[in-house]
Each structure stands twice: as C-alpha cells, then as structure tokens.
C-alpha cells in the first residue's frame, strides 16, 4: 500500500511519532512517504500536490498536541494560548477534497481523545497506542480485506456507534524498525533548532498525581538496550548530520542502570555524539554518575525538580525530597554538564509560602541554562490523579473541558499574587515563565480567574 504519514504539530519539535510509525510501516513493505506541517508555506497547495503525485491509499495523520501555551510576552500573563484543533481540522479537509484514501489517526494527542477527536473531525478510524505493531497490522486487514475492528488500540465509529478495543503495548522495542529519519529532510529543523529524538525505553514506575505516563505507558519498564539506543543514535547521525540527540523518555536516569549502561556504550564505543535530555530525576544524582554522563557526551540535562517544598513534594508524589533535590544540583554543579532546571506551580495545596520554599531552595544555586517554570497544570485525562480532584473541587465542570484546555490552579494561590507572579519570576535571572490558561481570552486582568478570591478566602 502507499502510506502517507502526515506530522500534524505546528509547534518545533521532533516528529518522532510519524518517523517511528514510518519506519515500521515501511519494515512490513508499503512504500511511505512523511509531510510535516511545521514548514508547510501554502499548506492546501503543498498537501495537494503530494496527494496527487503519491496518489496514498491510506493516510495516517500523527496528532501531538490539542493545545498548549505558547511564550508571549506580549501578551496577558507573558503567553497565548493556542488551541491546535482547527490546524488537524485544516489537513483533514483539504484531504478529503483531494483524495479518497483512508484516514487514520493516532499520535500522543489523540490517545486521551480519540472519541472527541473522531467527532471533532467527523472521521471514523484512528488507532492509540504505540503504533509499530498496531498500523501495520491495519494496513495488513485492509489489503487483505480482513476485520480492521479488533486491531488492540482501534477507535472507530461504524453504523453511527463508537467502540474502542484497549491498546496493546510493545513488549520488544529492540526489534522494531528504525524511525525513517532517512524520509526527512533535516535541515529546516535544524535551523528550528529542532534536536533528533531517541526513545529509550516506556514506562513509568511513579505516579505523581499531576502525570497520565504511569497508566499511559505501563508502570513495568520496557527497555530498549543500549546497542538498540546507540544504532538509533547512529541512525540519526547518519541521516540527519546532527551530532547530538536527545532522549525523549521520561526520567532518563530511571532505572538508573539502564541510563548507566547506555553512557557505557557510548564511551566503549568511542561514539562521538552528543546526548541531552529534558528530564533527569533529582534522585541519586552522585558526582560519579555525573562524571559518566559527562565522559559519555552529555551537552544538556533539565533536572526535573518540580518543586523544592517538602509540602508539594508530598502531595504531588513524586517520591523524593528537598534534600535530594539539594543532593543533585550540587553534584550537578560540581560537574562540567550545562544543565537547567523545570519547575511546576500551582498543583493541589501550592501557596505563595511553598512558591517561596522553592525559590529560596533554587536561590542556593547557579542553574547554567536556567529555570523553566510552569503555572497551572493542565488537565488531560483521568490518567492524571488530579483531574478526580479538579472535578471534587469545582475546577472541571464539564468533561468535555478536557479537550478544550482545561487548567488547574491552586485555590491557595490568590488572584492578586497569581496576577503579579509571571513577572516576579521573569525578573529572576534566567527564569523563563509559562502560564497556562484555560483559554485564549482567559486571563487574570479582566477577572476570569475559575475561582475568586472570596471563594478562595472562604477555603474553597
Ligand atoms: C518528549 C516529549 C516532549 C519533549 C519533546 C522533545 C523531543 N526531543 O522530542 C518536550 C519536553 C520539548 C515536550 C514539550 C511539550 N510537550 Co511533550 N511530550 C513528550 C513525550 C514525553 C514523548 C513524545 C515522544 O516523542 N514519544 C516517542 C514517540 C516515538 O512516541 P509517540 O509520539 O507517542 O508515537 C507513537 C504513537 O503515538 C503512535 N503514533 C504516532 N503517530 C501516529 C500516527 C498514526 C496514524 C498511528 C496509527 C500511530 C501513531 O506510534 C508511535 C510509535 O509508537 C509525550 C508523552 C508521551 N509519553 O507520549 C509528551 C506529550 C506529547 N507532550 C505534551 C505537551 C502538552 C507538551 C507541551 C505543550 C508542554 C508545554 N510546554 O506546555 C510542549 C509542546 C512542544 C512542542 N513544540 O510540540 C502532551 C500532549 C498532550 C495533549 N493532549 O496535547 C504529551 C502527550 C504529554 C502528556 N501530557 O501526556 N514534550
Ligand atoms: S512526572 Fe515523571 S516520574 Fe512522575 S509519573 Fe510522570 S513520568 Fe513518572
């Protein structure tokens, strides 16, 4: 079969979804061809052509995102919020103008919405779930005629009726298709600034009550092994002529001997790539883990340390404390590694006092890349142990808000001080600062906050 894969984001980041399922489909004989949204210049225009030139019998759209906050200083609060429906809804109707192939949808941000996305799009097949298995498997039934409707992860709408079948996870990442890097052009991402991405394993064996991974993923790690990692890394280097990649999976230091043994490989292999990644955990961070990430081509780590009060740690469960986070950015500054820190406020219990908690912790150090702060925690799924509590509160009227951009804010943190916090902490050197709002016309300045302060004050 002709597949089209199409990367629908149209916000700068790897299109690892789409390369992954590329490789995979192309691994079982269909012949694959990749769009990325993110350049596209005369989107109709482009799409078109591709459409009639590679004539798809079957095209996959990869969904990331529903929506997200974007950096606008301009703007209320230093942010926009974007909603990216309208920008899937855009692809799917030129699709349907320009071709009869099958659409099929999948990709982290359809996995929560499957049913509101099909609606949305009035569409009738998408699959969750990781797809190395599941989308060749339905290209498979579709040439062979065969039943497309218990394919593990189907979302489908057949005479007029939703029904789903659960998503089966991959149990051996190693001997799966490299992703397709080679059917991108590296370039225009390079120039975005836009790093390859590796996946090194799933799975999460915390459950902070903020975070969907733990259910999403399994709370068993999948590994892949550290030949697997660097033949991806080798794989990238190869075709892209990045030198550095990044690992994209959650908690990369956990368990802590696979991201020991990957560094390993790296050295023995005398590779000499670079590696970073978006989320270290603040737990066992020694000076001699921290000198084998360095010798193995470490260039950037996020510690992700959320917050540094022993209160929200707690409550947030993220199964360390103050003095753990106190223990990694000092080995982390003892060593040569340009690392930079993620903070997130405003989770069940925060107040100004824990915010103060925090700061006063960070204050003790110099942070090379700085501190990512995050205000308001956005509400997804009922993965997340919060959205329970966002609904007993108040905060979450309506289900269908979660496809909307539904935030939560803690009710200890007043209207007055959330006002006047975004630029409090943008005057704090290299403090970046993203607010989430539950919409683009919310904002604190024309009173639209969910609660007000005298239902706060009343201990709501
Ligand atoms: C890594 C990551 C990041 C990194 C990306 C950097 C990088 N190096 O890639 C960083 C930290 C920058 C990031 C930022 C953000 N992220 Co992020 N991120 C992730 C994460 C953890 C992994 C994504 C990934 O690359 N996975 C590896 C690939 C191989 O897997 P995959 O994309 O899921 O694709 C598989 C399947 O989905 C499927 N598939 C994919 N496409 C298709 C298509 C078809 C047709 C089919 C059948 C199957 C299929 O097959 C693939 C192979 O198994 C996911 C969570 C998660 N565990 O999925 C969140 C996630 C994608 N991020 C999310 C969000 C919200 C954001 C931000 C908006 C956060 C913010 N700042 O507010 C930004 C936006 C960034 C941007 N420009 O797009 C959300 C999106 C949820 C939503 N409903 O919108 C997710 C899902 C996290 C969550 N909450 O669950 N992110
Ligand atoms: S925040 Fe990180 S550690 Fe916590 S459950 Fe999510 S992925 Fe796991």
Same mark, same amino acid.
């Given at each position: 079969?002709?597949?089209?894969?199409?990367?629908?984001?149209?916000?700068?980041?790897?299109?690892?979804?789409?390369?992954?399922?590329?490789?995979?489909?192309?691994?079982?004989?269909?012949?694959?061809?990749?769009?990325?949204?993110?350049?596209?210049?005369?989107?109709?225009?482009?799409?078109?052509?591709?459409?009639?030139?590679?004539?798809?019998?079957?095209?996959?759209?990869?969904?990331?995102?529903?929506?997200?906050?974007?950096?606008?200083?301009?703007?209320?609060?230093?942010?926009?919020?974007?909603?990216?429906?309208?920008?899937?809804?855009?692809?799917?109707?030129?699709?349907?103008?320009?071709?009869?192939?099958?659409?099929?949808?999948?990709?982290?941000?359809?996995?929560?919405?499957?049913?509101?996305?099909?609606?949305?799009?009035?569409?009738?097949?998408?699959?969750?779930?990781?797809?190395?298995?599941?989308?060749?498997?339905?290209?498979?039934?579709?040439?062979?005629?065969?039943?497309?409707?218990?394919?593990?992860?189907?979302?489908?709408?057949?005479?007029?009726?939703?029904?789903?079948?659960?998503?089966?996870?991959?149990?051996?990442?190693?001997?799966?298709?490299?992703?397709?890097?080679?059917?991108?052009?590296?370039?225009?991402?390079?120039?975005?600034?836009?790093?390859?991405?590796?996946?090194?394993?799933?799975?999460?064996?915390?459950?902070?009550?903020?975070?969907?991974?733990?259910?999403?993923?399994?709370?068993?790690?999948?590994?892949?092994?550290?030949?697997?990692?660097?033949?991806?890394?080798?794989?990238?280097?190869?075709?892209?002529?990045?030198?550095?990649?990044?690992?994209?999976?959650?908690?990369?230091?956990?368990?802590?001997?696979?991201?020991?043994?990957?560094?390993?490989?790296?050295?023995?292999?005398?590779?000499?790539?670079?590696?970073?990644?978006?989320?270290?955990?603040?737990?066992?961070?020694?000076?001699?883990?921290?000198?084998?990430?360095?010798?193995?081509?470490?260039?950037?780590?996020?510690?992700?340390?959320?917050?540094?009060?022993?209160?929200?740690?707690?409550?947030?469960?993220?199964?360390?404390?103050?003095?753990?986070?106190?223990?990694?950015?000092?080995?982390?500054?003892?060593?040569?590694?340009?690392? !930079?820190? +993620?903070?997130? #406020?405003?989770? @069940?219990? %925060?107040?100004?006092?824990? *915010?103060?908690? $925090?700061?006063?912790?960070? /204050?003790?150090?110099?942070?090379?890349?700085?501190?990512?702060?995050?205000?308001?925690?956005?509400?997804?799924?009922?993965?997340?142990?919060?959205?329970?509590?966002?609904?007993?509160?108040?905060?979450?009227?309506?289900?269908?808000?979660?496809?909307?951009?539904?935030?939560?804010?803690?009710?200890?943190?007043?209207?007055?001080?959330?006002?006047?916090?975004?630029?409090?902490?943008?005057?704090?050197? !290299?403090? +970046?600062?993203? #607010?989430?709002? @539950?919409? %683009?016309?919310?904002?604190? *300045?024309?009173? $639209?906050?969910?609660?007000? /302060?005298?239902?706060?004050?009343?201990?709501?």
């Amino acid at each position: 079969m002709q597949v089209l894969m199409i990367s629908s984001n149209t916000l700068p980041a790897c299109p690892s979804g789409a390369i992954y399922a590329a490789g995979a489909i192309r691994q079982a004989g269909h012949a694959v061809q990749i769009y990325d949204r993110l350049f596209a210049v005369d989107l109709a225009g482009e799409l078109k052509a591709q459409l009639a030139k590679f004539q798809p019998d079957v095209v996959g759209i990869s969904i990331r995102l529903v929506f997200s906050d974007e950096m606008d200083l301009g703007a209320p609060l230093g942010t926009h919020h974007t909603d990216l429906r309208p920008r899937v809804k855009e692809i799917v109707d030129i699709i349907r103008k320009a071709s009869s192939a099958w659409i099929v949808l999948g990709g982290p941000g359809f996995n929560y919405y499957a049913r509101d996305w099909l609606e949305y799009l009035n569409l009738d097949y998408g699959i969750r779930g990781e797809g190395e298995e599941t989308f060749p498997l339905f290209l498979q039934r579709l040439t062979d005629n065969k039943d497309i409707y218990s394919i593990p992860g189907c979302v489908y709408r057949k005479d007029g009726t939703f029904n789903s079948v659960p998503p089966e996870p991959v149990q051996d990442l190693d001997n799966q298709a490299l992703p397709a890097y080679d059917l991108l052009n590296w370039q225009p991402y390079a120039e975005r600034k836009v790093t390859p991405a590796v996946l090194t394993k799933r799975g999460c064996s915390f459950a902070c009550t903020y975070c969907p991974y733990s259910k999403l993923e399994g709370k068993r790690y999948r590994l892949k092994s550290p030949q697997r990692v660097l033949a991806e890394a080798d794989n990238i280097v190869r075709f892209t002529n990045s030198r550095r990649v990044m690992f994209c999976d959650n908690n990369f230091n956990v368990p802590r001997r696979h991201a020991e043994s990957i560094c390993r490989t790296f050295i023995t292999t005398g590779s000499d790539f670079q590696w970073g990644t978006g989320d270290l955990r603040p737990i066992d961070i020694t000076n001699d883990f921290c000198r084998l990430m360095e010798e193995s081509g470490c260039f950037y780590i996020n510690l992700s340390i959320e917050s540094a009060s022993e209160s929200m740690l707690r409550s947030m469960k993220r199964g360390y404390t103050v003095r753990q986070v106190r223990d990694s950015l000092e080995a982390l500054s003892r060593s040569q590694i340009s690392f !930079g820190a +993620s903070l997130m #406020f405003g989770a @069940p219990g %925060e107040t100004p006092e824990t *915010i103060a908690e $925090t700061l006063c912790v960070l /204050d003790d150090y110099r942070l090379p890349l700085g501190v990512w702060i995050t205000i308001g925690v956005y509400l997804w799924t009922d993965y997340q142990d919060i959205v329970a509590e966002a609904r007993r509160t108040g905060f979450l009227k309506d289900d269908k808000e979660l496809f909307t951009g539904a935030v939560y804010l803690s009710p200890g943190l007043p209207k007055s001080y959330l006002r006047d916090l975004p630029e409090m902490l943008r005057a704090r050197s !290299g403090y +970046s600062v993203q #607010f989430n709002k @539950p919409s %683009e016309k919310w904002d604190l *300045i024309d009173g $639209t906050h969910l609660l007000t /302060d005298t239902a706060i004050s009343n201990g709501r």
